[in-house]
């Protein structure tokens, strides 16, 4: 077994992970906005497993006045490389180095499943304003397509993981999160998808973390099969990736 674990595994593949892993569409932001009544331009938003900061450059770019809070050392190394001039602590969600009712907004992008929720929330709470709110959110496949859903399964296999199953664990997130503090919990989904050259999928598939602790013997062997049975769906290349973006967004009842 690796002596690396899942979430460390991430530092060792930062520049991987900023490179080819999915962005998020513009109408996240929108429902962000909508579901927390108040735009983003001005707030103070805490992005917490900021990563490499994906999710951050898009909330600068509505104009959110970020401070990003990452717990891993190489993925707060490309962080700084890309965002060099955005505020960046360590730490994570289960203890926030940030002051008491400070944000507006705490956001996790692909983040909040490393945290202990009953850790977690209480910190959250801890450190919005009374009208704050919690948003999480996370990049999953689209079940629907065919050839996603039969690839999540051979990854699953490969893996030694369980099936996906992004409903029954959001629906589970949400009763968690509403249960600690009674936060009212508004779930919505967002559909959308990008055109990627295949090495780039595969690049993608290869920064997940059930992967980056495998071996690079184990890796590159599914990899390598993958690269085979795409290329029959895409002759040309190009990969078509379609996602829904589960987002959960909780506020005080």
Known sequence: MSAVSRPESFNLAAAQYAANRPSYPPALLDSVEE???????????????????????????RGADVVAVEPGGGMAAQFRRTLPDVPLVRGDGNALPLADASCDLITYAQAWHWTDTAR??????????????????WNTSASDVPWTAAQDERIARHCGLEPPSPTILDDTRAAQIAGLAGLRVTRRQVRWSRAIPLEMHLANIS???????????????????????????????????????????ATRS
């Open 35 to 61: 579901l927390t009544g108040r735009p983003l331009a001005g707030s103070r938003v805490a992005d917490v497993g900021a990563g490499t900061g994906i999710a951050t450059v898009l909330l600068r770019e």
């Open 120 to 137: 977690a929330v209480p910190e959250a709470l801890r450190v919005l304003r009374p009208d704050g709110a919690l948003a999480l959110w």
């Open 207 to 249: 920064s997940h973390s059930a992967f980056l602790v495998l071996g690079e013997a184990r890796a590159r062997a599914f990899l390598d099969d993958e690269r085979v049975r795409l290329r029959e769906i895409f002759p040309d290349g190009t990969v078509e990736e379609t996602y829904v973006v589960d987002l959960l967004v």
